[in-house]
């Protein structure tokens, strides 16, 4: 599927890394005279602080040091079986391969956990009030249920259906035969009284392409290898140097790597 | 009982772009402006993690709490409207600077045919060549008129670009040089000049360079990080009311901003405002802020949905097509794009700015002749690299499945060699689409939500489909293995982001009978009301607002200001 000139992983060649310190002195020529406060002005009038020029080297490239405790891989909604049939199902959605991991090595599950246990899983900013009535498909989602419910009926019946159909837990199955009951779900041939399946299919898919590619921060992209795999060189804090170039590969930074200049 | 507070001389709803520029114009005149904003307070060192796609994108960090208030759709009058539960289609903006904090910041002027459309478009292809329950107005004011006003803006704003050769006379360039092209953009030039169109740089309120604007305002250049939409920019360079006019207008001395302020009436009596009411959501309290100048500037949906909760001026009723408020509500046509997908290429596609691009308007107005075609109007057509975020950035061939192995080989293989070239269709205002109050839906505070009633007619759908294949060979002569584009639009459904360029419902025009406010933005029916933003557009252009909501404002400030001296209306 890749072209032979798409370099499929990073080998230290041919890779601009635009240093902190490099997009300092950047930054500071393209300010000139003016004035510049705001959120980055700190980083403009204190270079010096910074001695961390480098951001730290990502893990798996180099040689391992000790990896500290990750401290974020605990559930704070799910249960075990509801973890593992979620991190089996994204794992479906976005499989490893020869080009780098899947959901579950990303941590995608861990992802989709700690966001149900916060705002988005209580739909806390969206108009969830009375009354409720089946409407047309332009009108979008109409349902009373929040997506915490949804997932745990979700979760429950794709374990369901796996039992009925294929007379086996969801995550014994085969990859082919989760594909199968994914599809099913996906297409509305399951028919649920309480959720929509392919609406519960297609927020599962979306909360997986959401752990995939958000900032490690929430506990999926694991050590940024979600843009790795797409060459996204995440949080930068500038593309003056290179906007009119062409295709320029460029080491991955993250929210985290910001916060080293406090 | 609501608390009462000392007069002041103008009250202003909503501090985003309009409010911001007049406060600021009109304090500078020595007047005592207080505005009230619903939203908290938003400062530049707000977004020192701003490059957070989960947070700003998908979560809408920025945008109004829709569990407190959303608004009602459907598609005609024959079925039960239904709230917006989630957002979709379009994007709400909150707290100070309003949606002006996370625009991209293409700063586009509208064509002079816009603002004669229903005039020009008869007197070329005959009257019925506009169908009859096509609502379109022209506004009362020409491009000429309105060009002082254009100028006005971006030069405050600091607008980088270069002159639209197909656009409307300029009375001066654009205060700064365009910005950076990058290859994808180079290409699409180089394309469009092959075909014979006219690609010119897209106007930017992202800096191209440092920037000194005429209120004494420095702002340093943007940096092409690639969070724009959505975002709000940790370096100050796109221009945003919090970094230019608001400050201004605090220095004075003369404006008061009071936060968490959610006005819910305006209080009349005769044919005059006395003030408005508030809701202090901090507290609950009910507060009344008395003034001699009330101006509306919130978003379309909370003018309109002020107005008439407040019984202040004559609801729109469509069964006979007569009242003004509600009227003429209006959209955008964006699925007209097509993608392209390059084997030999990559771009940076992660890199950008939200006004970073190539536009062209060979297919805007009636820059081409609609003879042969069934629909009036057009789209702007552009290359933009808004900065391609991955979480909702995932293009592929069509008939590559949404998920699996396929999925994330084809979008990782695609994430830098897709470019889509967009068209940007405009939207033409008919008798049955507009905005009312929901009669069963509520907000936080017992009110009731704006119901809008909107679909995608003949025009749209025509003119999408013809956008389409122009955007389409334009990728073909850039050299792309394989294109997408669109065969079909479909009804207009809430759920897909499209837009966030809803128009309309309180307009602007040269009669009563017609329109809502006349070219001051200033209501016809209660001279001291002054209605400003995208509400009083008839229809919508092919571009994005910002430009003309700016100029509007800036005729608004100096029509407020004649009316302090002389009162009645100006027009």
Same mark, same amino acid.
């Given at each position: 599927m890749a072209n032979s000139d798409e370099p499929k992983k990073t080998n230290g060649q041919n890779i601009e890394q635009p240093s902190r310190r490099k997009f300092l002195i950047n930054a500071g020529y393209a300010i000139g005279g003016v004035v510049v406060g705001g959120a980055v002005g700190s980083l403009f009038r204190k270079p010096n602080k910074t001695q961390q020029t480098e951001p730290a080297p990502p893990s798996g490239t180099g040689e391992e040091t000790t990896v500290p405790k990750?401290?974020?891989?605990?559930?704070?909604?799910?249960?075990q079986d509801q973890f593992a049939i979620a991190n089996a199902a994204a794992e479906r959605i976005y499989p490893a391969d020869d080009i780098g991991p899947g959901a579950a090595a990303l941590g995608v599950a861990f992802f989709i956990d700690h966001q149900l246990a916060g705002d988005w899983g209580f739909n806390s900013r969206e108009y969830m009030s009375p009354p409720f009535y089946t409407g047309e498909k332009t009108q979008g989602y109409q349902g009373r249920l929040r997506r915490r419910e949804m997932f745990e009926i979700g979760l429950q019946e794709i374990e369901n259906y796996s039992q009925t159909q294929?007379?086996?837990?969801f995550v014994k199955l085969a990859p082919e035969e989760q594909d199968e009951v994914l599809k099913a779900f996906e297409s509305d041939s399951v028919k649920l009284t309480t959720i929509s399946a392919s609406g519960f299919f297609k927020t599962l898919r979306s909360a997986t392409i959401e752990g995939v590619y958000s900032d490690p921060l929430y506990g999926g992209n694991m050590d940024m290898n979600g843009w790795k795999m797409r060459n996204y060189p995440g949080n930068q804090m500038s593309y003056t140097d290179i906007i009119e170039k062409d295709f320029t590969k460029i080491e991955p930074s993250s929210l985290q790597d910001h916060m080293s200049a406090h | 009982m609501a608390k009462t507070l000392p007069k002041t001389d103008v009250v202003i709803v909503g501090v985003g772009w309009a409010g911001g520029i007049i406060a600021s114009e009109l304090t500078k005149k020595g007047l005592n402006v207080v505005g009230l904003e619903r939203g908290r307070e938003r400062k530049t060192e707000d977004y020192y993690m701003v490059h957070d796609e989960l947070r700003y994108s998908a979560r809408y960090g920025?945008?109004?709490d829709l569990s407190k208030e959303t608004v009602t759709f459907r598609s005609t009058e024959k079925i039960r409207a239904l709230p917006m539960r989630a957002y979709g289609s379009f994007l709400i903006g909150d707290g100070l600077g309003g949606a002006g904090v996370h625009w991209n910041g293409q700063t586009f002027r509208f064509l002079p045919y816009d603002f004669k459309i229903r005039s020009m478009t008869t007197e070329k292809y !005959?009257?019925?060549?506009?169908?009859?329950d096509m609502a379109i107005q022209d506004w009362g004011i020409t491009y000429e008129e309105l060009e002082p006003y254009y100028d006005t803006f971006e030069k405050m704003a600091g607008i980088a670009g270069e002159e639209n050769p197909l656009g409307g006379k300029r009375s001066n360039p654009y205060p700064i040089p365009p910005m950076k092209k990058s290859p994808a953009m180079q290409l699409f030039t180089d394309a469009t000049k092959k075909l014979n169109l006219h690609p010119y740089m897209m106007p930017s309120a992202n800096l191209s360079q440092d920037y000194t604007n005429p209120d004494g305002v420095s702002r340093a250049a943007c940096?092409?990080? !690639?969070?724009c939409e959505r975002f709000g920019c940790e370096y100050g360079a796109k221009a945003d009311p919090v970094v230019t006019v608001i400050p201004i207008a605090v220095k004075s001395g003369k404006f008061e901003i009071r936060t968490h302020s959610h006005v819910r009436r305006i209080i009349h009596s005769g044919k005059k405002a006395t003030g408005v009411l508030y809701t202090d959501v901090t507290t609950g309290e009910e507060i009344i802020q008395p003034a001699d100048i009330v101006v509306m500037t919130s978003y379309v949906f909370n003018n309109v949905r002020i107005l008439l909760m407040s019984g202040v001026g004559k609801p729109y009723d469509s069964s006979t097509g007569t009242g003004v408020i509600g009227r003429n509500y209006a959209y955008q046509v964006i699925k007209g794009g097509a993608t392209g997908f390059f084997e030999e290429k990559q771009f940076n596609n992660f890199a950008g700015a939200g006004s970073l691009g190539v536009n062209l308007d060979d297919y805007n107005g009636d820059n081409f002749d609609h003879s042969g075609l069934k629909f009036i109007h057009g789209a702007s057509i552009s290359v933009s690299q808004t900065g391609q975020r991955p979480i909702s950035n995932n293009p592929a061939p069509g008939g590559t499945p949404t998920w699996g192995k396929d999925f994330k080989a084809n979008t990782l293989k695609y994430a830098n060699r897709a470019i889509t070239v967009g068209g940007q269709g405009s939207s033409m205002s008919f008798k049955h689409h507009f905005l009312d109050l929901d009669p069963e839906y509520k907000d936080a505070y017992g009110d009731p939500l704006m119901r809008l009633t909107f679909d995608f007619e003949e025009q749209d759908k025509e003119l999408a489909v013809f956008i389409s294949g122009k955007c389409a060979d334009i990728l073909k002569e850039m050299g792309a293995n394989h294109i997408d584009q669109l065969k079909e639009l479909g009804p207009y459904e809430i759920t897909t982001y499209q837009s966030t360029h809803n128009t309309g419902g309180a307009i602007m025009g040269s009669s009563p009978e017609t329109s809502a406010v006349n070219t001051y933005s200033q209501m016809w029916d209660y001279d001291n009301v002054f209605v400003v933003g995208a509400s009083s557009f008839p229809q919508n252009a092919g571009y994005n607002p910002t430009d003309t909501v700016g100029a509007l404002a800036y005729r608004a400030a100096e029509g407020i200001l004649k009316y302090r001296e002389k009162g009645g209306l100006l027009v």
């Open positions: 990750n401290y974020n891989r605990a559930l704070m909604f799910f249960s294929k007379s086996k837990k | 920025l945008m109004q !005959g009257k019925n060549k506009i169908p009859a940096q092409y990080c !690639g969070y």
